[in-house]
């Protein structure tokens, strides 16, 4: 298989992304599971499938599009992605990163991501959001991580730092546009497990006791390979389901409760994108 990390493939997939479209953008939006419609927001976008861009992984699942949308959102030159790839799709972990090397090689400096998680936290409720504060990378945990092998001293260090992979300059920012459209934004850990079968009560107690408030099956892969190019980060987590710590025989997790739940917090992560973008700098 190629190595999605060198610089050919990338500058293909560049090179089809600049041959259909004018706009160079800054801030790379990633629209998780339920989350694809705020791409309407762009008007006169210009959209590329996904499965005409060259070593772009396709997306497999229900509720997500496969589609870049390059426009214009609060006067900035914007690249929104609907639909990622994930791991349990059974892509590689360079595969369902490498829309993010892409990303970085156009000039994106901003990377926003969006996904769907479980709530471990018990003050969470179906319906918040909440913003990323850290991770914890089950996978990466036991060696599953998209820095593994050769490092291009260019883009990154070897070994780069993730204190701060959640730019805290950003998550104070969606804090104060949340309080000024007058709804709360939780803020807490995400964890990331691979999936695809949902957790057992026993896993979900783990991740709780380890200190998680959220769990999904995205999204940090992605920032730690924005994180080791230098992007800043902004996380997003709609919290579209409770995870059942004990045993319930009434409660059971479907992707359709995950998708439906994705639509009613869309007014509000629509409201958190705008203004972000609109008083972040540059
Ligand atoms: N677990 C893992 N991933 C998820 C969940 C969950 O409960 N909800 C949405 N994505």
């Not at 790379?28 to 070593?55: K, N, W």
């Not at 709530?119 to 990378?137: Q, S």
């Not at 950003?170 to 807490?188: D, H, I, P, T």
Request: glycine fraction near 10%; proline fraction near 7%; aromatic fraction near 4%.
């Amino acid at each position: 298989m190629n190595d999605l990390t060198a610089s050919q493939p990338i500058d293909e997939a560049i090179a089809e992304i600049k041959r259909r479209s004018a706009v160079r953008p800054t801030v790379g939006i990633v629209l998780g599971s339920g989350l694809s419609e705020l791409a309407d927001e762009v008007p006169g976008a210009d959209i590329i499938p996904t499965g005409e861009i060259p070593h772009w992984p396709g997306s497999t699942v229900h509720g997500h599009k496969g589609r870049l949308v390059l426009g214009r959102l609060e006067n900035r030159d914007v690249l929104l992605l609907q639909g990622r790839s994930h791991y349990y799709e059974g892509f590689n972990m360079q595969q369902i990163t490498f829309p993010v090397r892409v990303m970085h090689r156009l000039g994106i400096g901003t990377y926003v991501v969006t996904n769907a998680a479980g709530g471990l936290n018990p003050d969470f409720a179906v319906g918040d959001l909440m913003v990323i504060k850290d991770h914890i990378n089950m996978p990466g945990l036991a060696g599953e991580n998209p820095l593994r092998g050769p490092n291009d001293d260019a883009v990154g260090p070897r070994f780069p730092d993730m204190t701060h992979a959640y730019d805290p300059a950003l998550r104070r920012l969606a804090q104060r546009v949340a309080a000024e459209a007058g709804f709360s934004l939780r803020e807490g850990i995400y964890c990331f497990v691979g999936g695809p079968s949902y957790e057992t009560p026993a896993e979900l107690r783990l991740l709780k006791v380890a200190g998680g408030d959220a769990v999904g099956m995205s999204t940090v892969p992605e920032v730690i390979v924005a994180c080791h190019s230098g992007m800043r980060v902004l996380g997003i987590s709609s919290i579209t389901n409770q995870a059942h710590l004990e045993p319930d025989e009434h409660a059971v997790v479907s992707h359709e409760e995950v998708l439906e739940a994705g639509k009613l917090i869309i007014p509000r992560l629509k409201a958190l994108i705008h203004g972000v973008l609109s008083a972040m700098d540059s």
